[in-house]
């Protein structure tokens, strides 16, 4: 691998930015987003990130079993309803709202749950079935002009 494809990947590994990381590696402004992506098509550069990947994984102790695990509990957490707090001025704390009939209101957070829900299912491939469904396919035609 070239030195400057090697800048290139470690910056790309600890930025993911493609067109930021082809700079540092010395490419053109002009043409960094062309270079990453083509940089990003090549397998030595595939292979050394992976490896990279796997070397932090180690070094921190993060595996797929912990994202999923620690997906699980925001989700949890997220789904759990929480009385909605109002300040009052008087008694000069938070207290709880109410409806009309006097209830207290409860609240969760549906898009934190939503998406640490959806990341879990991206992890273990729930939604895969589904995308190969709705995948357009491209099939070669013979075009001929007169």
């Known amino acids: 691998?070239?030195?400057?494809?090697?800048?290139?990947?470690?910056?790309?590994?600890?930025?993911?930015?493609?067109?930021?990381?082809?700079?540092?590696?010395?490419?053109?402004?002009?043409t960094a987003r062309q270079q990453a992506w083509q940089l990003l098509q090549r397998d030595d550069i595939q292979d050394y990130l992976a490896s990279l990947k796997a070397e932090y994984a180690e070094k921190s102790g993060i595996t797929k079993e912990w994202v999923?695990?620690?997906?699980?509990?925001?989700?949890?957490?997220?789904?759990?309803?929480?009385?909605v707090m109002q300040w009052d001025k008087f008694a000069k704390e938070f207290v709880p709202v109410t409806d009309e009939n006097g209830d207290p209101v409860y609240e969760?957070?549906?898009?934190?749950?939503?998406?640490?829900?959806?990341m879990l299912g991206k992890i273990i491939g729930v939604f895969?079935?589904?995308?190969?469904?709705?995948?357009?396919h491209i099939t070669a035609a013979k075009v001929t002009f007169k």
Request: charge should be negative; hydrophobic fraction near 30%; proline fraction near 2%.
């Open 1 to 30: 691998m070239l030195e400057n494809h090697k800048r290139f990947a470690d910056k790309y590994f600890e930025t993911l930015n493609g067109s930021l990381s082809a700079e540092y590696a010395g490419f053109s402004k002009d």
């Open 128 to 136: 895969e079935k589904d995308n190969e469904q709705t995948k357009t």
């Open 108 to 118: 969760f957070d549906s898009a934190g749950a939503n998406k640490a829900t959806e």
């Open 68 to 83: 999923m695990q620690r997906f699980e509990h925001i989700s949890d957490a997220c789904i759990k309803a929480k009385p």
